[in-house]
């Protein structure tokens, strides 16, 4: 009942200066609309920007380093203990790149139910013969099925159909750089060299755009079936498996029990791409900074409005306390006025924010280096809203608390007797 | 033996800044229920500080102040807002309606506070004193179209809306012409002849003061004839 009546005087405080009113709520809207859409833009941005890296870059890869063991034979003959060793030029092992025993470990890994998927892949130097002109690049075998579903093959694959290098038998996919290199068109056939000297001839079937120009000018996709073929290797043979986990964050550990589980080389993709999460992080943080900045000077516009209507009103203030109000009542009175404003300038944000979000997205924006993007990318994360509106809340509390305060600590007397 | 409604006892007041002056200096009487008491006296004798202090809004005194029995004396300010709000109503000179509402709303919004009758009732109630006071047409119009007079009848209108155990006013006619002024005076002196309804009335008018049943005079701060 109390608060029925408190709500109804300050609706009537806050009509009769519907004006005031209105600048301060649309002081919050646009503070919540800027937030709101810098935030989804923002993310929107670093998330493709990640992404173009991140969605194609296994969580954990499992491979076999080149590289010279680490106890030499001389080490660890008994012979020349407590002797200097000064051999120089040492070669690493003539080591195979396969995984050993790939068939048990996918197996084994498939079975972990940290992970979401697993695809093996060959990468193998070849040489693409054109005329007589070589250009270096080098080929991966890969399981299309499994690629295009854990690490959104398809969609760097602008011309042609990705699954064809299942179906059609000796086919390639080229960057779209190279192809260019080679003049190479869809269904024209392409000579390539492997390193042991063998020739190839394979059809093309589509062109590749990752976004990063280098990548593309130096790489090529086959099934692996064709890629084993062409280096005359058996069905078990592969380079590397890249394994995508259900979690991320649990790929550093991961990647460390796979190096001594399966006797391989393991890399994670926080090791590998550290850069791309310090840099997401410093965007993100910009934006928060701005967004709040904007929510500040918003409580700054509330509290000045409302000491100047406390100003204004004191007659009322006066009055109501000499009828039985008590401060806590005129107290309660002008926080409900703020926070009305709050909610209703916040509200009114969300809104606004996502219609601008909305606009935002339909903005062509295309560039070469990122052939899957046709507008600006906005993330329509729920969180940011609810980050916003919260914000709106506090500020606008902190900014109706003092003036509220002063209002409840009117004396009365002073204001009639002062007339 | 009447019953006594207000006493006080021993009131002294005085303002420190920037010397201490002293403003009211042992102030004691009783007013017993029913009764129509004027307080007179010149400008600065401190009659207006004697009222805002019984009305409980002043709490800067030394001294005793019993309501209804009741000691006022160090409640908290949320329980004087309680007292006030159930027990005293105002009139003021300067009218001092709330222009953001209707008549009718300033009305109820004791009553609504007091919440011991559903807003239905208290509207009925408003409409009956309203049309007690012949202004029940001027229930819907806002407080900052009504006149001089009207203002004032409203006030007197909401100060009844609780039935108080007494009404306080500050200079009611002051600010208002002699129709005006008598128009309300004879409300004043209807509710206390009807109702019982007791009034302490601060004036400065001799005229009205003369009409009253019983007149405080003050000067200099003490209370010199009662």
Same mark, same amino acid.
Request: glycine share 8%; proline share 3%.
């Given at each position: ?39 989804? &833009? ?97 080929? !991966? ?11 959104? &093959? !398809?969609?760097? *694959? ?31 056939? $392409? ?51 890249? $394994? ?62 409302? !000491? ?35 909610? *209703? ?55 109706? &608390? ?7 600590? $009117? ?9 | ?26 102030? /004691? ?36 102040? #019993? ?94 809306? /609780? ?12 600010? #208002? ?22 009034? #302490? ?26």
């Amino acid at each position: 009942m109390n608060l029925r009546l408190i709500v109804s005087i300050a609706k009537s405080l806050l009509l009769a200066r519907l004006k005031q009113t209105i600048v301060a709520a649309v002081g919050v809207t646009f503070s919540i609309t800027m937030f709101v859409t810098l935030l989804g &833009f923002m993310t929107g941005l670093n998330t493709m920007l990640d992404s173009l890296i991140l969605n194609r870059t296994p969580h954990v890869r499992l491979f076999n380093d080149i590289k010279p063991l680490e106890v030499q034979p001389i080490d660890a003959s008994g012979k020349f203990k407590g002797a200097y060793n000064f051999i120089s030029s040492i070669k690493s092992g003539a080591g195979r790149k396969e995984i050993y025993n790939s068939g048990a470990i996918i197996q084994r890994i498939n079975e972990d139910d940290r992970v979401l998927g697993l695809a093996p892949r060959i990468n193998a130097p070849v040489f693409f013969n054109d005329g007589a002109i070589e250009i270096t690049a080098s080929i !991966n075998g890969i399981d299309v099925v499994e690629e295009m579903r854990l690490f959104h &093959f !398809n969609e760097y *694959v602008t011309t042609g159909n990705p699954i064809d290098l299942k179906n059609v038998s000796n086919s390639i996919v080229l960057g779209k750089a190279l192809a260019e290199k080679l003049l190479a068109n869809i269904g024209d056939v $392409v000579q390539l060299t492997t390193s042991q000297g063998e020739r190839f001839p394979l059809k093309v079937v589509g062109y590749f755009e990752s976004g990063l120009l280098d990548f593309d000018k130096t790489q090529a996709y086959a099934s692996i079936g064709t890629v084993q073929k062409l280096l005359g290797k058996d069905k078990s043979y592969v380079t590397d498996l890249q $394994v995508k986990l259900n979690d991320i964050l649990l790929a550093p550990a991961v990647a460390k029990e796979y190096a001594i589980l399966f006797q391989t080389d393991t890399e994670d993709i926080q090791t590998a791409n550290s850069q791309f999460e310090t840099g997401s992080r410093v965007r993100s943080i910009i934006s928060y900074t701005v967004g709040i900045t904007l929510l500040v000077v918003a409580g700054f516009g509330i509290y000045n409005i409302l !000491n100047m209507m406390i100003f204004e009103k004191m007659e009322t203030i006066a009055i109501l306390k000499a009828t039985g109000f008590s401060g806590n009542d005129v107290k309660r009175i002008f926080m409900t006025i703020a926070m009305t404003i709050g909610v *209703v300038g916040g509200l009114a944000g969300l809104l606004f924010g996502f219609l601008l979000s909305s606009l935002i997205d339909q903005i062509p924006f295309n560039t070469a280096a990122l052939p899957t993007i046709t507008t600006y990318p906005i993330n329509y994360n729920i969180a940011y809203y609810i980050i916003g509106v919260t914000f709106a809340l506090i500020t606008t509390y902190f900014a109706g &608390f003092f003036p509220a305060r002063k209002a409840g600590k $009117v004396d009365p007397v002073i204001i009639i007797r002062g007339k | 033996m009447s019953e006594i409604i207000l006493e006080s006892r021993s009131i002294n007041k005085s303002f420190h800044d920037p010397v201490t002056v002293k403003i009211l200096n042992d102030i /004691n009487f009783k007013v017993n229920k029913g009764e129509f008491v004027s307080v007179v006296g010149k400008s600065g004798c401190g009659k207006s500080t004697l009222l805002y202090i019984l009305s409980t809004m002043d709490t800067d005194y030394e001294g005793e102040l #019993l309501i209804d029995n009741i000691k006022m004396t160090g409640k908290t300010e949320a329980e004087l807002a309680h007292v006030r709000n159930e027990k005293i109503g105002f009139v003021f000179q300067f009218h001092y309606l709330l222009n953001e509402f209707s008549a009718l709303k300033n009305v109820m919004l004791p009553g609504l506070k007091l919440g011991k009758h559903s807003e239905q009732e208290v509207e009925h109630r408003a409409m009956e004193l309203m049309k007690k006071l012949s202004i029940d047409k001027l229930a819907l119009k806002d407080a900052n179209q009504l006149s001089g007079g009207e203002k004032q009848r409203v006030a007197i209108a909401r100060a009844l809306i /609780n039935d108080p155990d007494i009404i306080m006013g500050d200079e009611p006619t002051g600010n #208002l012409d002699k129709k005006n002024s008598e128009i309300v005076f004879d409300i004043l002196k209807q509710l206390t002849i009807e109702f019982k309804q007791t009034m #302490l009335i601060v004036t400065h008018d001799p005229e009205f003061a003369g009409k009253t049943q019983r007149v405080i005079e003050m000067e200099d701060g003490r209370i010199i004839r009662q």
